[in-house]
């Protein structure tokens, strides 16, 4: 039997945050109240940009994400041991993010890469909201620079997702 009493509602406050973060979110890849949507995009995008940062990095950049898109973060994730092969172009990060989805479901939730190009825009715009911009600099620092102009490009991109 569980335990009654302050301890059932521990995990309350982090629900919550991690509820704001997805409606926000959701209006950011106007995606309505489609939430599975929103996290399968949220997990493709954030494991592409993992999978391209120093363990480091990622560890100061997960600090500041509500715990649930921490969960997600580091849903499945396996330090590297080698070091990482910088992307060569935007494109490749776009097509990293496509890839990590489940391909019938990308299609649905990304249409094409131009679909996919918006919903990362939409992620990180979102992330700005609860990553300060120090650490969001340094997580742009260690990137290729073709990777940062276009992440850039994104925070005032208007976002649409069909």
């Known amino acids: 039997h569980a335990k009654k009493g302050p301890m059932n509602h521990y995990f309350n406050p982090y629900a919550e945050k991690g509820n704001e973060f997805l409606d926000v979110l959701s209006d950011h890849l106007l995606v309505g109240d489609d939430v599975h949507r929103a996290v399968r995009i949220l997990r493709s995008v954030l494991h592409a940009l993992r999978d391209n940062l120093p363990v480091e990095v ?56 131009d679909g996919a190009v918006a919903a990362i825009h939409a992620v990180f715009r979102t992330l700005a909201y609860y990553v300060s911009e120090g650490e969001w600099e340094d997580v742009l620092h260690v990137l290729p620079e073709n990777l940062q102009s276009f992440l850039r490009s994104g925070e005032t991109a208007h976002f649409l997702i069909l």
């Open 58 to 113: 990622s560890l100061q950049f997960m600090a500041q994400l509500p715990m649930v898109v921490k969960a997600l973060y580091i849903e499945g994730w396996k330090a590297p041991v080698a070091k990482l092969k910088p992307l060569r172009q935007s494109d490749d990060f776009v097509q990293l993010v496509m890839q990590k989805e489940n391909s019938l479901l990308a299609v649905h939730d990304f249409i094409d890469a």
